[in-house]
């Protein structure tokens, strides 16, 4: 069988406060000369126990490209949180799960980390239980930034209602938007400034509405892109969309699958006088981005 460190949690948005956890598995994993892996469920487990629909900050394939990206974490393990799951002795989680199933001869988790039927699970339980059991446990203490406890409910407030460069601060990379390229109204071709449309999936929190410096990869080379989220006021839009205006490249994307780096929140949106003004303001921000991302730009597409 595959021995695994094994990282435990939801791991939704990969923040500052998991990277704790996720460096502290990789180094484990190479003591041992073994696979860093963290394990995570299908869906937050509040929507099953609490009956809460929580909105995410990732998908599940965001959380795996992150935790390889930034932190080296070799696998991400996803179990389905149903009410088998739920229902599961917090002994059997450890011994079933962790240990048979996934081979696991060292576990880190969070200082907060409850697990079991009815939560009965915890992290000093969790070290115990390892210790019986021949298995390492660490468990990592909170990650306070300027008086805050760094966590994911912290972040979706941050992100999506007050400061988004904040939120994107304790993230400690940028944030990951994905889904795919459907048609839009086509507006922003009729002022040279055609937009990607893109379709995010309901499950996701959008984050505030504004202009967005951010950055996206198509076919191998990375991109510079300008992206508004918001209802477009000065057009007359209703919904909520994500466009992003890809600098410097020129393509059919309809159908494909595009992921955006958020880097930095440039301004909130608002109504333009005209097409003309807000398209002066676009072209600015486009400078902004430009100045902000493009050495970054240059490092990416030189490692290709």
């Known amino acids: 069988m595959k021995q695994r460190v094994i990282a435990l949690g939801f791991f939704d948005g990969v923040h ?19 696979q860093a892996a963290a394990l995570t469920f299908d869906r937050h487990p509040d929507e099953l126990v609490h009956g809460i629909s929580v909105p995410l900050l990732n998908t599940s394939r965001e959380r795996e490209g992150i935790m390889a990206t930034y932190y080296g974490i070799e696998e991400l393990l996803t ?20 240990r048979q199933e996934y081979g696991a001869i060292h576990v880190v988790c969070g200082y907060d980390f409850r697990f079991g039927s009815r939560g009965l699970g915890d992290a000093s339980k969790l070290a115990e239980l390892c210790g019986e059991l021949g298995m390492g446990c660490d468990c990592i203490p909170e990650v306070i930034i300027e008086g805050n406890t ?27 938007l994905s889904g795919t390229v459907v048609s839009g109204r086509k507006l922003g071709r009729t002022i040279g400034i055609p937009t990607a449309n893109l379709s995010v999936g309901e499950e996701i929190l959008l984050p505030k509405t504004g202009v967005y410096a951010a950055m996206t990869r198509i076919e191998g080379k990375s991109y510079l892109a300008v992206t508004n989220i918001g209802s477009r006021p000065t057009v007359g839009g209703r919904h909520i969309t994500v466009e992003p205006w890809i600098l410097d490249y020129s393509g059919d994307l309809y159908g494909q699958e595009l992921s955006l780096e958020l880097y930095r929140y440039l301004r909130p949106e608002r109504s333009f006088d005209s097409l003309e003004a807000l398209k002066e303001e676009i072209l600015h921000n486009a400078e902004q981005t430009k100045h902000l991302l493009s050495q970054e730009l240059r490092e990416r597409n030189q490692r290709i």
Request: glycine share 6%; proline share 6%.
């Open 150 to 176: 760094v966590s994911s409910t912290l972040i979706r407030r941050l992100l999506s209602q007050t400061e988004p460069n904040e939120a994107l601060r304790l993230l400690g990379h940028p944030h990951i």
């Open 79 to 98: 179990l389905p949180f149903d009410r088998s799951r739920m229902a599961q002795p917090w002994q059997d989680f450890v011994k079933q799960s962790l």
């Open 16 to 34: 500052l406060g998991h990277g704790a956890l996720l460096r502290r598995t990789r180094e484990l994993a190479e003591q041992y000369g073994v």
